[in-house]
């Protein structure tokens, strides 16, 4: 700024646009890549916006995540464990879930199946450990069906992705060898006329809990 220094890598304009929390119009003008860019779907067409934004991970779409969960009648999750979702006091949706929406699904992996085992030697944990917090989620949901139709469900298959559904809209990631759901990239996406994510998500959330096993 007080041009004692020309910055010419474009990297360093990238770290200083996100550090700045430089407004989408004005990292264009640098040739930066909107945090949020303008959502199309895989035609292009106008005003049907598939993909509304994306996200460096889940902690970057708190507000929007919880912004649509206020106003939801559904909230369905297909998770791992759930416990950053709504297991813990200060979850992702928790407060919202305890103030009574009207259906909550959570689909989780089976903690005694043996994608549990897997998944469980994936991010270094023991078996005994990792089941545990699956049945801690499950305990929690529980808790909350007194006063909301909660509705609970294991699939027994090695996670890929990680779906937060509400109402129409969904926010994906998904699960790596090396990092949970949460810390990988998020995606908002919404129903689109000629879009083929959200169709594809919302075919993948239905079948896995068709194929599933309903236990509250």
């Known amino acids: 700024m007080?041009?004692?220094?020309?910055?010419?890598?474009?990297?360093?304009?990238e770290r200083i646009a996100d550090g700045l929390n430089m407004p989408d119009e004005?990292?264009?003008?640098?040739?930066?890549?909107?945090?949020?860019?303008?959502?199309?779907?895989?035609l292009g067409t106008a005003?049907?916006?598939e993909l509304l934004a994306t996200f460096p991970s889940q902690s970057n779409a708190v507000s929007d995540i919880q912004r649509a969960a206020a106003t939801a009648s559904m909230i369905e999750i297909v998770a791992v464990r759930g416990l950053g979702i709504v297991a813990m006091n200060d979850s992702l949706?928790?407060?919202?879930?305890?103030?009574?929406?009207?259906?909550?699904?959570?689909?989780?992996?089976?903690?005694?199946?043996?994608?549990?085992?897997?998944?469980?030697?994936?991010?270094?944990?023991?078996?005994?450990?990792?089941?545990s917090g699956i049945e801690?989620?499950?305990?929690?949901l529980e808790e909350l069906s007194t006063h909301t139709d909660v509705r609970?469900?294991?699939?027994?298959?090695?996670?890929?992705?990680?779906?937060?559904?509400?109402?129409?809209?969904?926010?994906?990631?998904?699960?790596?060898?090396?990092?949970?759901?949460?810390?990988?990239?998020?995606?908002?996406?919404?129903?689109?006329?000629?879009?083929?994510?959200?169709?594809?998500f919302r075919r993948f959330t239905h079948e896995l809990r068709n194929q599933a096993v309903r236990i509250v």
């Not at 509400?166 to 790596?176: K, M, P």
């Open 26 to 42: 004005v990292r264009v003008l640098f040739g930066l890549a909107p945090v949020r860019p303008l959502g199309v779907d895989h």
């Open 47 to 49: 005003g049907q916006a």
């Open 152 to 200: 609970v469900y294991f699939y027994d298959m090695l996670p890929t992705w990680r779906v937060l559904t509400l109402d129409d809209v969904q926010f994906v990631s998904a699960f790596g060898e090396n990092h949970e759901g949460h810390t990988s990239r998020m995606y908002k996406i919404a129903e689109s006329s000629h879009g083929a994510l959200h169709r594809g």
């Open 93 to 131: 949706l928790r407060s919202v879930v305890s103030r009574g929406c009207p259906t909550v699904s959570a689909v989780l992996l089976d903690p005694n199946g043996e994608a549990a085992q897997r998944r469980a030697r994936e991010v270094g944990e023991s078996w005994g450990v990792f089941k």
């Open 136 to 140: 801690f989620s499950v305990a929690r």
């Open 2 to 13: 007080n041009g004692s220094r020309r910055i010419t890598a474009f990297d360093v304009y």
